[in-house]
């Protein structure tokens, strides 16, 4: 009989509870932890055993992921007095789903590394939309031979798998993807605003576009919300602004002027500074709206 390895999932966010769901209906054997035990109930309903620490989840498992906001929390979760490195045993692997900095990945996969303990890098793009229909998009960095063993695992959460280096590449391309998000999301806000303000019926327009050259993710899925006056999270503005950060300081260590990003930065920094950022990425369309003197819908 195939040896069916056991799954640790940390992280029963907006991402987390569709990816760990879509494990469980691939089969594996699931425990799972949240620091918000609420968030633990749907996934123990569906048959997943919950834990009462990462460190407890490392124990019962042979690979554990997490996916958690920022750098510290990783570092919490898989580091700290609780963390998942008290619980491992030497062969089992970590995989990192989380956005963070990549100097800090490497130099968690060389604590873990200590203890015999393998580790992947591996971000992920696609929203909460493509967390629950596991068609997310992975960047992976790690061992070519710790991605191949767990490749199986990381097909029951995403539809393109890419291996694009060693630990901290994975977190490296997030990073890029991210650029390429927030640039795109503005793009989608501005050029509806433009044709709204111009007297073009706005649904006419995107599906115009849609098909075209300038078609995109953001257009199709987020545009639609703009379409709808839909500002409720797919990913939140909190989160991105998080990203745009790493972004940042990644661009500071290796010398990149990044002048487009820092334009996006800026303006999702008044979605804060309005107190938007529980809101989705598209809400950048308030700003937009500002800077037009009107609103994108009557």
């Known amino acids: 009989m195939k040896f069916v390895k056991r799954i640790g999932f940390i992280g029963l966010g907006l991402m987390g509870s569709g990816m760990s769901m879509n494990l469980l209906k691939a089969g594996f054997p699931v425990t799972v932890w949240n620091r918000t035990r609420s968030k633990m109930k749907p996934l123990l309903d569906a048959g997943a055993k919950g834990a009462g620490s990462p460190s407890e989840v490392a124990e019962r498992?042979?690979?554990?992921?997490?996916?958690?906001?920022?750098?510290?929390?990783?570092?919490?979760?898989?580091?700290?007095?609780?963390?998942?490195?008290?619980?491992?045993?030497?062969?089992?692997?970590?995989?990192?789903?989380?956005?963070?900095?990549?100097?800090?990945?490497?130099?968690?996969?060389?604590?873990?590394e200590k203890k015999g303990v393998k580790m992947l890098d591996a971000p992920v793009s696609g929203g909460d939309i493509g967390a629950r229909k596991g068609t997310?998009?992975?960047?992976?960095?790690?061992?070519?031979?710790?991605?191949?063993?767990?490749?199986?695992?990381?097909?029951?959460?995403?539809?393109?798998?890419?291996?694009?280096?060693?630990?901290g590449m994975g977190q490296t391309v997030k990073l890029c993807n991210q650029i390429l998000v927030g640039m795109n999301m503005?793009?989608?806000?501005?050029?509806?605003?433009?044709?709204?303000?111009?007297?073009?019926?706005?649904?006419?327009?995107?599906?115009?576009?849609?098909?075209?050259?300038a078609g995109s993710w953001q257009l199709t899925n987020n545009g639609v919300k703009?379409?709808?006056?839909?500002?409720?999270?797919?990913?939140?503005?909190?989160?991105?602004?998080?990203?745009?950060?790493?972004?940042?300081?990644?661009?500071?260590?290796?010398?990149?002027?990044?002048?487009?990003?820092?334009?996006?930065?800026?303006?999702?920094?008044s979605l804060d500074a309005e107190g938007l950022r529980q809101?989705?990425?598209?809400?950048?369309?308030?700003?937009?709206?500002?800077?037009a003197e009107t609103k994108l819908l009557p």
């Open 61 to 112: 498992s042979d690979i554990v992921i997490d996916i958690v906001t920022d750098s510290a929390d990783v570092e919490e979760v898989l580091l700290g007095p609780s963390g998942v490195i008290r619980g491992a045993r030497a062969g089992t692997t970590v995989i990192d789903m989380s956005t963070i900095s990549p100097s800090v990945t490497k130099r968690i996969a060389q604590e873990l």
């Open 136 to 167: 997310l998009s992975i960047m992976v960095g790690g061992d070519p031979e710790v991605f191949n063993e767990c490749l199986p695992i990381l097909e029951a959460m995403g539809k393109t798998i890419t291996l694009v280096g060693g630990n």
């Open 186 to 213: 503005l793009g989608v806000a501005e050029a509806l605003m433009f044709a709204s303000k111009a007297g073009v019926d706005l649904e006419k327009a995107h599906a115009a576009v849609s098909g075209g050259a």
């Open 226 to 269: 703009l379409l709808k006056g839909d500002l409720e999270p797919g990913f939140k503005v909190k989160d991105y602004l998080k990203d745009l950060r790493l972004i940042m300081e990644t661009a500071a260590d290796v010398n990149m002027p990044l002048l487009g990003t820092s334009v996006v930065q800026q303006m999702y920094r």
């Open 279 to 291: 809101k989705g990425t598209q809400a950048v369309i308030r700003a937009v709206e500002k800077l």
